[in-house]
């Protein structure tokens, strides 16, 4: 049994959001919950019921009221809402008039390129206003794409809610991406219009971006105009400035014309997200505006207790789901921390710094960073004023026992610990936690409201207290419209629905306790399958990564086709010297917390384990190449965060019976998360190690 950290407290249905609805439900619809549990079953059971209350809860303001809440229920092709027509930017910048959202703040911007930059509702409105204006005038449409190769900074957002505003389609990537894995994504869009930067400050590297943007606008011939957002010295020639698109068109500061919004159906795209793309061409998922708008109120109110004078930090780039979900704190008059720059420069505690700063009551992190900041003996309660924070989010990856029990002893009771798994296909968390649920160490609460997540075995059979499939059962409004380009639909219903007709799988390996709480041991695609046991990476992450002088790890299997165990290959990082000592050591801690299943048979040192620009382990295509795979078939150099990562690797690969320091010599100048020159997750400063990196790692 888990051990209970937390329960919720007397006071939480008078003073939370989940508790206000709660009410509302009661006094409106003549429903009682006596528990989280209780409005779980009502929400995935009845669907029509539960998002027709999110609607109204959250007065959604439609342009053309909806003729049901359900039109189809099965899954792929659900209808939500239909005949509703609406706008996703009209709902995040509040009413026109509104004395007082106009003098709130909607935006704290924290840089290492530039000071900070605050921004009210009424002054984002304004500059929302002329963007759209500016884009108008570019000639974007409803149904044109607008891309951007831009940082986490005002004018992204700016840009995006203009974007959203005329029914254009929005996507980004962040700057520290190559041009190759830029135009892999965008080009599948045939944007109209590319936004950029000529630059930007990584700690203390100033990265120059003009030869990138050029490749980018090379790469994409349907780009009828590139606009440069100033950001750094650099400025990028021939391009129009965002001054200049934000003026009148006589070029005069003056009034603008008041701010409207295009009425689109439930179903039109507002964004772009992609996947990682270490196998093939990124998938290109389309989001809707009605489905992100009213999960995103659930969410952000729901789970994460986010209402008016509230304000949400969590670190991210422009490229993972979480930008978006940050922004969407707006919907609800809560306001933003935004942070551009290496999150911890010029030290490992620099995001509690912000934090305080900035009076945070929603604080999001990596499980990496927390991690971290227990191994350096960080005590943020102690070293900073946090007392406005509430809650401390937690996701991108599991989160170890002893990462649970650190928070609490730092912060007691008062801070709710909220872990959540979800994910870039559906924009939102699966499972997670909130201010009705209970915390247990090493354990995520449980399913999302409206999320009809189960595990299931590999016949199709639910699960409970044993690994399975992350599976959803019942359609949810964040589900994505498809795939960008996929006409017939099959690339979507391949992804996610290929291997349980009509039942979303989502490709985590999760286990469901009775009571609903939950851990995920990894994606499903890396599981390693021991003697007939399928085990999780995530376990094995968990103890070894605590062990002093390791910071990162890997661990891939090599299956026997004969049927035997095959061979298990852990892969270590960090400064502790690998000896026979160290590898005793891996292989009890192994044993004791796990199994004996877990003990590798080879344990090797590498310089740094490889991931994607979100901080994702490329445990599959270490895999692939381990047996055999060319490197170009399993990643583009563009998506690694250290473009030389996979190089030892590829080396061992080729000598496979040879040490890693054999095949680290021949892959000479792989080695360090130092030096990419593009300003990456990995470049970290010496001693901040492994939290860098963690800290960009998705959400899926």
């Not at 669907?47 to 359900?70: K, M, N, Q, Y």
């Not at 044993?591 to 901080?615: F, K, W, Y």
């Amino acid at each position: 049994m888990s051990e209970i950290l937390s329960t919720p407290g007397p006071r939480v249905r008078d003073e939370s959001e989940i508790g206000r609805y709660l009410r509302w439900l009661e006094s409106e619809r003549g429903l009682s919950f006596q528990d989280y549990d209780g409005l779980w079953q009502w929400s995935v059971t009845d669907l029509d019921g539960f998002w027709s209350s999110i609607w109204e809860f959250f007065d959604v303001r439609p342009h053309t009221p909806p003729t049901a809440t359900l039109g189809r229920r099965s899954m792929p092709d659900t209808e939500w809402f239909p005949g509703a027509t609406l706008n996703y930017a009209e709902h995040a910048l509040g009413r026109e008039g509104s004395a007082e959202d106009a003098a709130a703040v909607a935006v704290v911007a924290h840089s290492q390129t530039r000071a900070p930059v605050e921004l009210t509702f009424g002054e984002l409105r304004e500059q929302v206003a002329r963007a759209r204006a500016g884009l108008l005038r570019l000639g974007v449409r409803k149904g044109d794409r607008v891309v951007a190769y831009l940082p986490n900074i005002p004018e992204t957002l700016v840009a995006f809610l203009a974007t959203a505003s005329i029914g254009a389609v929005w996507a980004a990537c962040a700057p520290e991406f190559g041009p190759r894995s830029v135009v892999d994504r965008f080009a599948q869009l045939e944007p109209k219009v590319l936004l950029a930067v000529a630059g930007y400050r990584y700690g203390e590297r100033d990265v120059d971006r003009r030869t990138e943007v050029a490749e980018i606008a090379a790469g994409l011939p349907t780009v009828e105009r590139v606009v440069h957002v100033p950001y750094g010295p650099n400025a990028l020639p021939d391009a129009l400035d965002w001054t200049e698109l934000l003026a009148e068109p006589a070029g005069g500061p003056g009034p603008v014309e008041p701010l409207s919004f295009e009425p689109v159906p439930f179903d039109h795209p507002l964004f772009v997200l992609f996947s990682s793309g270490t196998t093939g061409i990124p998938k290109a998922i389309v989001h809707r505006h009605g489905g992100i708008l009213l999960e995103h109120l659930k969410n952000n109110a729901l789970s994460w207790d986010l209402k008016p004078g509230d304000r949400m930090l969590w670190f991210s780039t422009t490229a993972w789901m979480l930008w978006n979900t940050l922004v969407s704190a707006l919907l609800v008059r809560a306001s933003i921390v935004m942070i551009d720059g290496n999150p911890v420069h010029p030290e490992l505690r620099e995001q509690w710094r912000i934090a305080a700063e900035t009076g945070a009551t929603l604080m999001g992190v990596s499980p990496g960073y927390l991690m971290a900041c227990r191994k350096a003996g960080v005590r943020p309660a102690e070293e900073f004023d946090l007392s406005r924070l509430r809650q401390l989010g937690a996701a991108g990856s599991p989160l170890a026992a002893d990462g649970f029990h650190w928070v609490a002893e730092q912060f007691g009771d008062r801070v709710l610990l909220n872990v959540g798994c979800g994910g870039t296909d559906v924009c939102t968390g699966i499972l997670q936690g909130g201010p009705l649920q209970t915390v247990r160490a090493g354990e995520i609460s449980g399913p999302c409201l409206g999320v009809a997540a189960y595990a299931y075995d590999g016949e199709g059979r639910r699960v409970v207290g044993e690994l399975g499939e992350l599976v959803i059962t019942e359609p949810m409004p964040s589900m994505p419209v498809g795939f960008w380009g996929d006409t017939d639909g099959s690339r979507y219903r391949a992804a996610y629905f290929e291997a349980y007709p009509g039942v979303w799988r989502h490709g985590d390996w999760v286990r469901f306790a009775p009571e609903g709480h939950c851990v995920v041991a990894g994606r499903s695609d890396a599981t390693l399958n021991r003697g007939g046991v399928r085990l999780g990476t995530a376990e094995f992450y968990a103890v070894v990564e605590d062990l002093p002088g390791i910071d990162d790890s890997l661990v891939v299997h090599i299956e026997d086709p004969e049927g035997g165990n095959g061979e298990l290959l852990l892969f270590v990082a960090g400064p502790a010297e690998l000896d026979d000592t160290l590898r005793t050591g891996i292989a009890r801690a192994l044993r004791s917390a796990l199994s004996p299943r877990h003990v590798p048979d080879v344990i090797e040192r590498v310089p740094a384990v490889p991931r994607n620009r979100t901080g994702k382990k490329l445990e599959v295509p270490v895999k692939r190449i381990l047996l055999g795979a060319a490197p170009e078939s399993v990643a583009s150099t563009d998506v690694l965060a250290d473009p030389r990562s996979l190089d030892v690797f590829v080396a061992y690969a080729a000598g496979r019976g040879t040490d890693l320091k054999t095949a680290t010599d021949t892959a000479k100048g792989t080695g360090t998360a130092k030096g990419t020159g593009t300003g990456t997750a990995t470049d970290t400063d010496k001693g901040a190690g492994r939290a860098t990196a963690t800290d960009h790692r998705s959400a899926s």
